[in-house]
T-cell receptor, first 115, second 112 residues
Framework: GAVVSQHPSRVICKSGTSVKIECRSLDFQATTMFWYRQFPKQSLMLMATSNEGSKATYEQGVEKDKFLINHASLTLSTLTVTSAHPEDSSFYIC???????????FGSGTQLSVL | QKEVEQDPGPLSVPEGAIVSLNCTYSNSAFQYFMWYRQYSRKGPELLMYTYSSGNKEDGRFTAQVDKSSKYISLFIRDSQPSDSATYLCAMSAGTSYDKVIFGPGTSLSVIP
């Protein structure tokens, strides 16, 4: 299957700092990329939908000024958690939808811990 | 009513058993159906992908879609301990700007 690379896999930061997470589709062009948050033993919670060259669409309750999404190309999207606080600690996962068949492929996830 | 319903389990079966996982949905516009497997603290892995109704088989896995009943299934034959994971169904209407809607996931344990 297609490969989506997500980095970093784990990050620990101090409260108040910003953290950037990268999501790349390595061998296909993605029409759309999605960002999710997942708490232990819970399902994926969609945070935002990102289309190349346009502004991201955020789900209700997700602060767009806190979670900045940039989708610069058909293969790269970034999520920046600005001024992170301990309550932002979570597992963040990206996915990319393949242009030709609508298949969705996931990155390996990023565990963010804010101290 | 949620768009996609899935029994969260946990489901526990002995090694070698046939496992049946199911989802129901309410949106008749859905036409792309997927099953993902997620191990703890990892990203979901695409297992099966089906367009419209019908069956699809890949090794020990069989996916079935019944659009008339709005019901999809994933069967795992000869289950192995390595199949222990959370299984998520997912579906979309298929235009590039549609969201992919996920079920809450079923936790499966295959006991040796």
């Amino acid at each position: 299957g297609a490969v989506v690379s997500q980095h970093p896999s784990r990050v620990i930061c101090k409260s108040g700092t910003s953290v950037k997470i990268e999501c790349r589709s390595l061998d296909f062009q993605a029409t759309t990329m999605f960002w999710y948050r997942q708490f232990p033993k819970q399902s994926l919670m969609l945070m935002a939908t990102s289309n190349e060259g346009s502004k991201a669409t955020y789900e209700q309750g997700v602060e767009k000024d806190k979670f900045l999404i940039n989708h610069a190309s058909l293969t790269l999207s970034t999520l920046t958690v600005t001024s992170a606080h301990p309550e932002d600690s979570s597992f963040y996962i990206c996915s990319a939808r393949q242009r030709q068949n609508e298949k969705l492929f996931f990155g390996s996830g990023t565990q963010l811990s804010v101290l | 009513q949620k768009e996609v319903e899935q029994d969260p389990g946990p489901l526990s079966v002995p090694e070698g058993a046939i496992v049946s996982l199911n989802c129901t949905y309410s949106n008749s516009a859905f036409q792309y159906f997927m099953w993902y497997r997620q191990y703890s603290r990892k990203g979901p892995e695409l297992l099966m992908y089906t367009y419209s109704s019908g069956n699809k088989e890949d090794g020990r896995f069989t996916a079935q879609v019944d659009k008339s009943s709005k019901y999809i299934s994933l069967f795992i034959r000869d289950s192995q301990p390595s199949d222990s994971a959370t299984y998520l169904c997912a579906m979309s209407a298929g235009t590039s700007y549609d969201k992919v809607i996920f079920g809450p996931g079923t936790s499966l344990s295959v006991i040796p």
